[in-house]
């Protein structure tokens, strides 16, 4: 009755009633060989949801992903790439999007399939169509449910990630076992209601697309909205969940209530490991930093806090240099102005207090000291007000981040 | 009928019915002979205005300057130091602000007098009252209105600027002159609203307190709060404005319509000369970019999208980078989410377009990466929506500021 986590694993072609392939076509125009097209393929059309940016500057792929799921929700599968975003591309970009999905749909010669299309990479630019078109061929050409096929789609969609992102989670109920499986890709671009992010989760649990939307919103307001790497949203930003059914398990509200539960644990599980593996490779950085912040009158209030923190240029600029500056700390949480009480600031370095009842504690600074030179260390943030909190998994920001996105 | 205005002059000590005085006094505990203590004050009481830091963490000296300005607007002068923001101090720091406003007035002699205390620097960490009290006896020791002393007041309050920060306006009315002068600090902690910023204006024209506060707020709206380095907004920020009468020109309701059509002209002047002097100084920045958003339904709109992008690491970065990147430019546009339409966008790097109604225009990239080459440039964002517009001063982020504030 529990859930089987497995961290780092082949990735989509865990799961049963799909199949992935994956091609070099060069979308990248650099003749580099490098992966940059991914196919996730149902063996017949299934369930499924997506979360996506709510930023004004849609791509293309997010304004037809958004159109094809509220008409219904039953896709065959997914066409991803990296190297190009086909945002900011006009009536061109929503040619070029619905092209490559027509493209996956005839290359299983079932024209009449839905695909969903992600792009992620530069924005600007219109998609070479050609050498979209040799790729989905070869990728479809490679289908199958073999953990290397799944390790070369989970390295297809990256960009500046310096690793793939994948994790399992099982459960059994009933005698039968149940897979949700996801891919991801971060690095740069990650914030609030994500960024230049994507994430695949595939499962065979058997749903219908109202549950799964609900569920795949809980669980990315519990992740993938939880990080932070530079506070820039893209126009890319799509998590989309897949259902085969192939389980024979129901999940929702007409399934059985023990694995409906059992889903959603093992659903937050796989969003949260790749939220997680999304800030830890973020562009350049050297710390995650967890900022929870507690007592708040309200979770919005708490949020607005560890995000005014967590996207501090000088907070940020501290952690780098290992620099325990909880003025800076104090200051972010100030100015996102939600009524704080400084007479009521506790600031904590993992266990260690520096401010409580917002007198500072200098003396055992010493030890804060020491917790700030962990790559991963939490600040907590007490407000004293309520009993509302939201935590944030944030990066630090390095010169090399500045020095990598000079240019692209 | 028109306005002189003296770039880089000696600052408050041009203004008749006030002295300046400063002194060095290690604040900052270096023992390196820096000015850090400076004295402004009236011949007699006068009329004074502030606009402050809108952060829920109010450094001491702000809380001390609301207070007495919210009891009548009649103060004797200004104490300002740097090196230590008297900020987070708790009760013990709001004892110290008003030990420090009494020590000027002691000095002068006039016991009842009320000065004003503004203080800039570390957060967190008690002034070192023995050292102020040394400071303060120089500084009122010093006294006059010689260019020089002037100049070392403007110098006194500085802390990572890497110069001072002073102008002068002038203008005629009915045969008598009106001078309004401003010295000012910046360089980290710069945004909405005022940043780790402080702006000493006088003036000698004659003007009620609430006169004095509308113009100012009306002033600072156009010049202090549209300028952004990093984004943070510190808890110290303030503007005081200081009225000695000494001209005999009264402005305002009751004064000559034509003499407060030139007092506010002068005064904007100097409000916009200081804060692009700020933004110019930022730490370690190579760039100053204008964003002028236009087309938007409301102000607020356009600022919302002006601070966006000029906040955005991805498009600080790439200026740093002179890229043209216009796509982080759209995207950090649309995740300020005020409803822009895409296909209405236009980008414009000076005159030269990059995107037009939605569409790049390729074709056009050499000139605008010649365009981002300069040291100051313009970015202009067009939304065709409506006519408001807004303007924000920014600057780039570089590797330099990121060490540099690793660690303080």
Redesign the interface.
């Given at each position: 009755m529990s859930i089987e986590f497995i961290d780092n694993s082949p990735g989509l072609s865990d799961v049963p009633g799909f199949r992935v392939g994956a091609s070099a076509c060069d979308i990248r125009n650099k003749a580099n060989g490098r992966l940059d097209l991914a196919l996730v393929v149902a063996d017949q059309p299934c369930a499924a949801a997506g979360v996506f940016t709510?930023?004004?500057?849609?791509a293309a792929p997010v304004r037809l992903c958004q159109r094809l799921l509220a008409s219904g929700g039953s896709v065959r599968g997914i066409v991803g790439n990296s190297g190009n975003?086909n945002?900011?591309?006009?009536v061109q970009g929503d040619a070029d999007a619905a092209e490559t999905a027509r493209l996956a749909a005839a290359a299983l010669g079932a024209p009449s399939d839905v695909f969903l299309v992600c792009s992620t990479g530069?924005?600007?630019?219109l998609l070479p169509m050609a050498k979209v078109a040799a790729g989905v061929a070869e990728a479809a050409g490679r289908l199958s449910r073999v953990s290397a096929e799944g390790r070369r789609a989970a390295e297809a969609i990256l960009t500046s990630d310096t690793r793939p992102k994948t994790c399992t989670a099982r459960f059994v109920q009933g005698g039968r076992t149940v897979t949700v499986s996801g891919i991801a890709k971060g690095a740069?671009?990650i914030e609030p209601n994500m960024a230049t992010m994507l994430a695949f989760v595939c499962t065979d649990a058997e749903a219908a697309p109202a549950f799964l939307k609900e569920a795949l919103r809980t669980a990315s307001d519990d992740s993938f909205n939880c990080v932070s790497v530079?506070?820039?949203?893209?126009?890319n930003d799509t998590v989309l969940l897949l259902a085969s059914g192939a389980s024979g398990v129901k999940v929702g509200p007409e399934g059985n209530p023990a694995a409906t539960a059992l889903f959603r644990e093992a659903l937050g599980r796989v969003c949260f490991a790749l939220a997680e593996k999304i800030v830890g490779d973020g562009e350049k950085i050297t710390k995650v930093v967890s900022v929870e912040v507690e007592g708040a009158r309200s979770r919005a209030d708490a949020e607005k806090i560890a995000r005014a923190i967590g996207?501090?240029?000088?907070v940020k600029?501290?952690w780098?240099?290992?620099?325990p500056?909880?003025?800076?700390l104090?200051?972010?949480?100030?100015?996102?102005?939600?009524?704080?009480d400084?007479?009521k600031?506790d600031i904590h370095y993992g266990d260690v207090p520096a401010?409580l009842a917002?007198?500072?504690l200098?003396e055992n600074k010493p030890s804060w000291k020491e917790v700030v030179k962990a790559a991963r260390f939490t600040v907590r943030i007490g407000l004293g007000l309520g009993d509302a909190r939201f935590r944030l998994l944030a990066s630090d920001?390095?010169?090399?981040?500045?020095?990598?996105?000079?240019?692209?």
């Open positions: 709510t930023n004004d500057v849609k975003a945002a900011c591309t006009s530069r924005i600007g630019e740069g671009m530079d506070g820039d949203m893209s126009t996207n501090s240029l000088l600029s501290s780098f240099g290992e620099d500056n909880w003025g800076r104090a200051d972010a949480a100030g100015y996102a102005r939600t009524g704080l400084e007479a600031l401010v917002g007198r500072p200098p920001l390095t010169d090399g981040y500045v020095n990598y996105n000079k240019s692209e």
